[in-house]
């Protein structure tokens, strides 16, 4: 089982590990994806790397290629996926510098609810074979243009937050167990008027790419895990203007703890998936 994980901003590659390969997919149905996918050991386990803007921060949100970074995934045959992400805190109980493996997710984009790999009669045509492992059922229902809805009641994969936070919780990090995240379009930052009415909604943070990721990842049977950086806390709760410097330093301070600790994550997780995430499509294709 190889374990991919996703950087955010901050985050562009990854450092303490044995660089074993480096794959430029430049052919997807859905274009190419942001960067070339690293595929690096450490103590016996494999990872598949992706900058999620791209390596050198190229990619604002509205234009990360989801579809084609996730489908280069599940080509590489990862079956789980620890995402990292900067996110504005919400709730007043969060500090800047915590992280948050969130359990909720609120779809707050205007657009991205669409993006999905599963069109029906307007799937587009590809190579949907399957490259030898055992599920095929992303593959039948792409290549038989079905329509697909998938549960997604709790968008995260449960295993990996439980070991995530075990794991990043021993190590002496502040972290905190569970919170709703909800997505915003971007690329500007929010109102003072938009994170109040977020808080009323019951988000306590407030990023912009975990939809469509999670949902993405959901619909090809890879089981996702956010763990997410507080780089600031959100407009009109910070008593100061949000700037993209403090975004960078406190994402860019907590990436190689968190990158190092996910090596331990991967010693701990279970051989199997659980069958919210890892058999998503049974009963979901019409
Ligand atoms: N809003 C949206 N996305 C973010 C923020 C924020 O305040 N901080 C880091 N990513």
Redesign the pocket.
């Known amino acids: 089982m190889r374990i991919g994980i996703i950087g955010g901003?901050g985050f562009y590659n990854i450092e303490g590990y044995d660089i074993l390969d480096r794959r430029h997919i430049v052919k997807t149905p859905w274009g190419e994806p942001s960067a070339d996918y690293i595929i690096a050991g450490r103590d016996g386990h494999e990872f598949v790397f992706l900058a999620r803007h791209g390596k050198n921060h190229d990619i604002p949100?509205h234009r990360i290629p989801y579809r084609a970074n996730m489908w280069g995934f599940r080509l590489l045959e990862v079956d789980r996926i620890f995402a990292v992400?900067?996110?504005?805190a919400i709730n007043p109980g969060l500090s800047v510098g915590d992280i948050v493996i969130p359990d909720q997710l609120l779809d707050c984009t205007r657009t991205r609810g669409q993006i999905t790999y599963y069109e029906g009669k307007f799937t587009p045509n590809g190579e949907f074979e399957h490259p030898g492992r055992g599920k095929d059922r992303v593959y039948y229902a792409l290549r038989e243009k079905k329509v697909v809805h998938v549960d997604v009641t709790n968008p995260f994969d449960p295993q990996g937050r439980e070991v995530a936070y075990e794991v990043l919780s021993g190590a002496g990090l502040k972290v905190v167990p569970k919170g709703t995240y909800a997505a915003?379009e971007?690329p500007r930052?929010?109102t003072a008027a938009e994170i109040r009415a977020l808080k009323i909604l019951g988000a306590d943070l407030?990023?912009?790419t975990a939809v469509p990721e999670a949902f993405l990842a959901r619909e090809l049977e890879i089981c996702y895990t956010l763990i997410t950086i507080v780089?600031?806390?959100?407009?009109g709760i910070s008593a100061t203007k949000?700037t993209t410097d403090e975004?960078l330093q406190v994402?860019s301070s907590r990436k190689q703890r968190i990158i190092d600790l996910i090596a331990e994550i991967a010693k701990r997780l279970p051989d199997d998936l659980p069958p919210e995430c890892g058999e998503a499509l049974k009963g979901a294709i019409m």
């Open positions: 901003s949100p992400s900067a996110v504005g915003m971007g930052l929010e407030v990023g912009m780089t600031n806390m959100a407009a949000l975004v994402s």
